[in-house]
């Protein structure tokens, strides 16, 4: 079993940045798919950037390339987002997420293969 706790979220104005963060407990697999979701008001989830952590690969969704960094601290156990540049669409609560294996193409386009989630952590970005 995966623990995912994520801390780091707020209240900030649009241009700002903020790092989210989500410390990760008891790696059971030698490889996972490590990313972070977010869920609008009112909208489904979508997956914002992953990083397989034996290849250290990532990946993200186009709409926060150059805006969005996922990085991980091994010593820490801890999975990083680094947000650039907020704007107000990135309201949201952010999720951390895990699935064993490494990832895929289709990895950020669905979060059904993801088993592990934390309980997520809201950003509000105003004008």
């Known amino acids: 079993q995966v623990r995912l706790v994520e801390s780091g979220g707020g209240s900030v104005q649009a241009g700002g940045s903020l790092r989210l963060s989500c410390a990760v407990s008891?790696?059971?697999?030698?490889?996972?798919?490590m990313a972070w979701f977010r869920q609008a008001p009112g909208k489904e989830r979508e997956g914002v950037a992953a990083?397989?952590?034996?290849?250290?690969?990532?990946s993200y969704v186009e709409s926060v390339k150059g805006r969005f960094s996922i990085f991980e601290e091994n010593a820490k156990n801890t999975l990083y987002l680094q947000i650039d540049r907020l704007k107000p669409e990135d309201t949201a609560v952010y999720y951390c997420?895990?699935?064993?294996?490494?990832?895929?193409?289709?990895?950020?386009?669905?979060?059904?293969?993801?088993?592990?989630w934390g309980q997520g952590t809201q950003v509000t970005v105003s004008q």
């Open positions: 008891r790696y059971t697999y030698l490889r996972y798919c």
């Open positions: 990083i397989d952590t034996a290849a250290g690969t990532t």
């Open positions: 997420a895990a699935h064993s294996g490494g990832c895929q193409t289709w990895s950020l386009t669905t979060d059904l293969h993801f088993a592990f």
